[in-house]
């Protein structure tokens, strides 16, 4: 099953990556989230990014609290082995409409980002969420440039990747989002690394939006 899952996702988003490497890179994710038991102080997990914190949007109980650390551990793994300047791992909200930042690693992030049209001009988190689609700048300066991408905030990066976290019919529970300083950082070893992420936050992010693991409205 998960070699098909990690085909499947290679081939709907378009990525030549080598599906035996990013099933590697899924199973090494797959056990940092299942062993998930690292003591991790609450104030990080419960803590939230940019000031917007998840108890606000989530019940405040244990069976979330092991979720965010899962999620938290997960993220924190990919991002030290990545060189990238920050990290953030979103969870969509459907009624609510936003992506809520769930957990961060390096620079600050956004915590809360709306779904619609506006704000997904002016971060690729949004746009991948609202679309089911990865989006990858590889110079964000000309996607700028070519307003592709919207905002002063992007004045200091320099290449930038959202990946959607999707259910096997394509439904999106949340999104990865990477930023490094330099141009074209994420080759093909570091899309490999992060689509791994990618696709083992599926399961703590379905349970944390409370969604069914058969839906039939794909996207969604």
Sequence with gaps: M?????????????????????HMAHLAAQAVVAMGQAEIDRSVLWGGVGGVVPSDYLPQ????????????????????RSGARSAAVYLRLREAGVLLGLAQRGEAAEGLLLLDEETGWRHLASRSAQSGWLNLADDVARWLEFDELRGAAHAGSGSQMALPVTLENGMVLGVVYVEAAEKNAFDAA?????????????EPLRRLAGEDEAQEDGHG
């Design 190 to 202: 570091a899309q490999t690394a992060w689509v791994g992420l990618a696709l083992a936050l599926a």
């Design 61 to 80: 109980d244990e069976e979330t609290e092991k979720l965010l650390k899962q999620v938290f551990m997960a993220l924190d793994s990919a991002w030290e």
């Design 2 to 22: 998960s070699d098909t899952l990690v085909r499947d996702y290679l081939q709907t988003q378009g990525l030549r990556l080598s599906a035996d490497e990013v």
